[in-house]
């Protein structure tokens, strides 16, 4: 049987919080559901036709962004909820050299084109939506990683937040 006192003695030897202040909250739930709720409506009102191919494009940007970001920050540190893995680590490389949340900028990217495909009222206020919820997942992940990385402060003071003209 583990030491129940294992956890704290690793997160202070490496100067990070203990597991229970990392535990996620229903707001944070909720926002991961309209994270998904948002793109799997705007998958099912997909038309792909010629006259959308550069919709049709901006998604295939969109997977091939959120797929680097992916591979840069590795099985290890993925997770879907804010609160990073206590046994995580900082991914500063790939995509995150220059935006500090690479797969939330992919699923814009993603859903921009899913939305002007065709272009629909409800879909630019879904967007709306979606760019708040991970406007305001970011900044509660960024509360927690600052917590766990020292030097995460400096590294968000380097680099944009979404897309280079947000935050």
């Not at 926002?31 to 006259?51: C, K, M």
């Not at 993925?78 to 893995?85: F, G, H, Y």
Request: overall charge positive.
């Amino acid at each position: 049987m583990p030491d129940p006192g294992s956890d704290r003695q690793r997160a202070a030897a490496t100067g990070r919080t203990g597991r229970s202040e990392l535990r996620p909250s229903g707001f944070d739930r909720g926002l991961v559901f309209v994270q998904f709720l948002v793109p799997t409506l705007l998958i099912f009102s997909l038309r792909i036709d010629r006259a959308n191919a550069a919709a049709l494009l901006i998604c295939i940007a969109g997977t091939l962004l959120h797929v680097a970001a992916l591979r840069s920050l590795g099985r290890r540190n993925l997770r879907v909820l804010p609160q990073p893995k206590t046994d995580g680590t900082l991914t500063v490389s790939g995509p995150y050299r220059i935006v500090r949340h690479p797969m939330y900028t992919a699923l814009l990217l993603f859903c921009s084109g899913l939305a002007v495909a065709p272009l629909a009222f409800w879909k630019v206020a879904a967007m709306l939506v979606l760019l708040g919820v991970l406007i305001v997942k970011a900044k509660r992940e960024e509360k927690f990683l600052s917590r766990c990385y020292p030097e995460y402060a400096a590294y968000a003071k380097s680099n944009w937040m979404l897309l280079p003209p947000i935050l």
